[in-house]
Structures are given as structure tokens and as C-alpha cells.
């Protein structure tokens, strides 16, 4: 593939988004980012990857990392956005440092990304991608039950809470709302269609969208 390819996956929680994103990086001979980012992201600011953690795909609110002072290992080049609010750093400079992050990575090589608002920060990239997957409550419960190893109404919880917690931050961020699918290029149900038939899918919009 000679040119650079950015394919950004939304998905609902248990719709299968990480299992679509690495079937393609694979096909594509790519780099995958998910919780990857987070990792990125820590190396990139110096502070330590549980931070970012605590705060992935969470909206901002009013709690303050405080303990952020004893996690920094002396990052400078970002500094001046990092430290607010009395020095301690929030949700929103954590979002700024992911963003940045995903900026980078997309400006050196082609990639797959899931979730982070990745679809909106990207949104100048020519060669920009985005996929919404969705599916029906049943399919996805069944899939987080079997990789949590937890019964079908913890499922259901589980699955209600990632959903909204990821909707609002969609929307804290970004000022559109997640499940717009005009946000996107592509939409599919991989409840209907199973995960490889979705990869297939956006193979086909992909090349006929590269070569147009």
C-alpha cells in the first residue's frame, strides 16, 4: 500500500471493535492502536499509564489527579499544557496529550485506531477512514460475558455503563453525538453480519475509496 491509510473504529461495547481493528492491521500490515495509546501517551508526557487509564474515553469532570506530582518523570516538552488547576492535572489535559499522541501517529504512518474521539481528531487526514460498529444487545452480551467470564446481568450492566460513559465523552469532546452516523463513512451491524464479513466490508470501501 503506498499510501498512508487512517482507519478510526467507533464501535458500541461489544460490538466487536477490537477484533475488527486487528483483522485489518493485519490485512493492511498496519499498526493497531487501542489501549496502545494509552502506553504512547505516557511515554510522550512521562507520566505513568495508569493515569491515562483512570481517565480513557471518561468526560471531564471536577476530579483532580493529585498524585500526578510523584508519576512525573521530568517530561518538558509539554509541560505548559499539562499542569493546571494548581498543578494538578485533569481529564481534559489528559484528552489534549491522547490527542496530540493520535496526531503524531497518524502524521508518520498509516494505522488502525480505536474509539478517542480518533474519527473527529483525524478529521483533517485525507486518507481518513471511519467506521461505526454497532450490534444487537444479545450478540454483544453474549461476547462480554464469554471475555469477562461474568454472568448475563453483569453483562447487561457492563455494557449500559461503557456505552454511555463513551457516548458522553463523544459528545464532551467533540460537540456531536456518537451514535450520528453521518460522524462516519462507513456503518455496521456485526451482530448481523459477523465480525469477518464486517472486516471484508470495509476492505471493499477502503480500496474503492483509495483508488477513487
Do not use: W
Not at 473527529?120 to 481518513?128: A, F, T
Not at 451514535?179 to 464486517?198: F, W
Amino acid at each position: 500500500m503506498s499510501d498512508k491509510l487512517i482507519i478510526t473504529i467507533g464501535r458500541q461495547f461489544g460490538s466487536g471493535g477490537i477484533d475488527v481493528g486487528k483483522k485489518l492491521a493485519k490485512h493492511y500490515n498496519i499498526d493497531f492502536y487501542d489501549k496502545e495509546l494509552i502506553q504512547e501517551a505516557a511515554k510522550e508526557s512521562g507520566f505513568c499509564e495508569q493515569v491515562f487509564e483512570k481517565a480513557d474515553e471518561v468526560p471531564s469532570n471536577s476530579f483532580l489527579y493529585s498524585f500526578l506530582y510523584s508519576a512525573a518523570t521530568g517530561a518538558h516538552s509539554i509541560n505548559s499544557m499539562l499542569f493546571q488547576n494548581n498543578g494538578l492535572l485533569t481529564n481534559d489535559n489528559l484528552f489534549s496529550i491522547q490527542s496530540k499522541v493520535i496526531k503524531k501517529i497518524a502524521k508518520e504512518k498509516s494505522c488502525i485506531i480505536v474509539g478517542r474521539c480518533s474519527d473527529y481528531i483525524l478529521r483533517e487526514e485525507k486518507k481518513l477512514v471511519r467506521v461505526y460498529l454497532h450490534g444487537d444487545i444479545s450478540f454483544r452480551v453474549k461476547k462480554i460475558m464469554e471475555r469477562y467470564n461474568i454472568n448475563e446481568k453483569e453483562a447487561q450492566s457492563r455494557i449500559a455503563k461503557t456505552d454511555k460513559t463513551r457516548s458522553s465523552y463523544y459528545s464532551y469532546y467533540t460537540g456531536n453525538e456518537r451514535e450520528n452516523l453521518t460522524n462516519y463513512d462507513i456503518c455496521i451491524n456485526t451482530s448481523k453480519v459477523g465480525i469477518d464479513n464486517a472486516v471484508e466490508q470495509i476492505i471493499s470501501f477502503t480500496e474503492k475509496f483509495i483508488n477513487k
